[in-house]
């Protein structure tokens, strides 16, 4: 899919390259352009995969983060019947 997209996005920095040169004949101008254009467009999809790969990343956070807190949850409910028990093991003072 990146190959896809920088391919398109390339294209399209060709056809914006040669609407906006000056004239048809002057090659180093339009390559110029080409060139500008190109690097908008990968710096724009490094951009946009680099964000997608951030917003992956926080996905799995949250996904590790709420199994962890389920985990902690039953722990918490395991641990208060172990003190339950214990309080009820304990003679009274």
Known sequence: MKASLLLALVCTAVLAA????DSPREPEALVQKVQE???KATAMAKSAFS???ESEAAQQARRWLSDKADLAKQRLVWLKEKL???????PAA
Not at 84 to 90: F, G, I, N, S, V
């Open 37 to 39: 254009y190109a690097q």
């Open 84 to 90: 339950a028990e214990l309080w009820k093991q304990m």
């Open 51 to 53: 964000m997608v790969q």
């Open 18 to 21: 040669g609407a906006r040169a």
